[in-house]
């Protein structure tokens, strides 16, 4: 579970397992929404306070800025709110994107944070030693089964202490030339397989930037359209890695199959 800091006025809202990383973005966001508050005079900077009558001068602008967000922050800290998790927005269910790198600290906080609250966790990868490795590093003990979905013609590679028949984990090795329509299909089964176990399952979806770069949009738009069907037909809480840098343009077709979008950033899940 993490802190989460919630705008009035705006869909800006930040995330983050650090109560001091949520603040201080916070506190960045109401400083910035307030900048025409801010007066700089010289080597002076003056500020007032739009929601009371505070106002302050420091020769110290580093110092000055910091006192101005720090204000602020005190009439907004009641919008900070703890023990919450991202998916709460969507009622646990639903589909997410996130934009980040699939390879990066912000996607592996992202797949904790979204993974963990699957007793099925399935995943689709091409780097599904990494996946595995992460479960162990980071979870308190396994999911009560794991299925890795993977093109990855030696998938365990790389993989360190660990043995794949002593923990609850099933590696599903695709035909590298399998279309869309079987991709579907494929995950569709293994989640027929896992619905009589009656757990929670969640989901995750890395090689989307891979589908959009190589596919047509509108058939990946399908693709992404039947899939998240099947999965909310489940209660799936499932989420799916994008390029931000690469997939700008291509998420604004794309967002409509999306029930929620966020930037993973380091420690902080974003959205504006």
Same mark, same amino acid.
């Given at each position: 579970m993490v802190y989460r800091w919630r705008a009035r006025k705006?869909?800006?809202?930040?995330?983050?397992?650090?109560?001091?990383?949520?603040?201080?973005?916070?506190?960045?966001h109401v400083a910035k929404q307030n900048r025409d508050q801010l007066v700089e005079s010289g080597v002076r900077l003056q500020w007032s306070c739009p929601y009371c009558e505070v106002a302050s001068q420091s020769h110290d602008k580093?110092?000055?800025?910091?006192?101005?967000?720090?204000?602020?922050?005190?009439?907004?800290?009641?919008?900070?709110?703890?023990?919450?998790?991202?998916?709460?927005?969507?009622?646990?269910?639903?589909?997410?994107?996130?934009?980040?790198?699939?390879?990066?600290?912000?996607?592996?906080?992202?797949?904790?944070?979204f993974l963990s609250p699957g007793n099925i966790v399935i995943?689709?990868?091409?780097?599904?030693?990494?996946?595995?490795?992460? =479960?162990?590093?980071?979870?308190?003990?396994?999911?009560?089964?794991?299925?890795?979905?993977t093109t990855k013609s030696d998938?365990?590679?790389g993989l360190s202490g660990i043995e794949l028949m002593n923990i609850p984990v099933e590696v599903v090795e695709l035909d590298k030339k399998m279309g869309l329509g079987n991709l579907t299909e494929t995950v569709s089964r293994v989640i027929q397989e896992q619905?009589?176990?009656?757990?929670k399952i969640t989901f995750?979806?890395?090689?989307?930037?891979? =589908?959009?770069?190589?596919?047509?949009?509108?058939?990946?738009?399908?693709f992404l359209h039947l899939l998240n069907g099947r999965l909310k037909k489940a209660n799936v809480l499932s989420h799916y890695f994008v390029d931000q840098e690469r997939m700008t343009s291509s998420m604004n077709v794309l967002d409509p199959v999306f029930n929620m979008q966020i930037k993973a950033d380091g420690k902080l899940f974003l959205r504006k």
């Open positions: 705006s869909n800006f809202t930040v995330w983050s397992a650090s109560r001091s990383e949520t603040v201080e973005r916070a506190k960045t580093t110092k000055g800025f910091e006192d101005f967000k720090d204000h602020l922050f005190s009439h907004k800290k009641p919008l900070l709110e703890s023990g919450v998790h991202v998916a709460d927005d969507i009622d646990g269910t639903g589909s997410v994107a996130v934009m980040s790198k699939v390879q990066s600290q912000g996607a592996d906080n992202a797949r904790i944070h995943i689709v990868t091409t780097h599904p030693a990494d996946r595995i490795q992460l =479960l162990k590093n980071k979870f308190n003990e396994w999911p009560e089964w794991t299925v890795v979905m998938p365990l590679s619905e009589p176990k009656g757990g995750e979806f890395d090689v989307l930037t891979e =589908l959009i770069t190589k596919g047509q949009l509108q058939r990946v738009f399908k």
